[in-house]
């Protein structure tokens, strides 16, 4: 049967010879990644789905980086950060690729930019992944 380069690489990662358009399957990814918009909403899916204290599969190979709410003073927006960085900090990852120039409760827009060096943030996820070695 012939498929695909992208039913190759999941059929590969499923240990299975082959995977059709529709099915669901269970995948060793090489890594995970998610940023500020998806990433609140997938931890609660996660933490419903399989509890509160239930643990990633591989703390190094997910990935977290903010990127889209952070140049905003909207607390709302901050808050998807402080979500991020408190399952970060509880399942022991990696990588969380901290803007740690965001600090709940303080009004006005970061500026990442000013010391470079005291800051994990290192800009746009999908440019910023494989920069970073993922």
Not at 22 to 39: K, Q
Not at 46 to 71: L, N, R, T
Request: charged share 25%; aromatic share 10%; hydrophobic share 35%.
């Amino acid at each position: 049967m012939k498929m695909t380069i992208t039913e190759k690489i999941l059929a590969k990662h499923a240990g299975r010879k082959s995977v059709r358009p529709g099915e669901n399957v269970w995948v060793n990814v090489d890594v995970l990644m998610t940023h500020d918009i998806c990433g609140p909403g997938t931890i609660g899916v996660f933490q419903s789905e399989f509890g509160k204290d239930a643990k990633v599969f591989d703390p190094a190979k997910v990935v977290i980086m903010p990127d889209h709410y952070i140049f905003t003073a909207d607390e709302k927006s901050h808050r998807n950060i402080e979500i991020l960085r408190e399952f970060a900090r509880r399942q022991g990852l990696k990588y969380f690729y901290d803007p740690d120039f965001i600090i709940a409760g303080r009004a006005g827009v970061p500026e990442p930019y000013r010391d470079y060096d005291k800051t994990s943030y290192r800009g746009v996820c999908h440019v910023a992944l494989p920069q970073n070695g993922h």
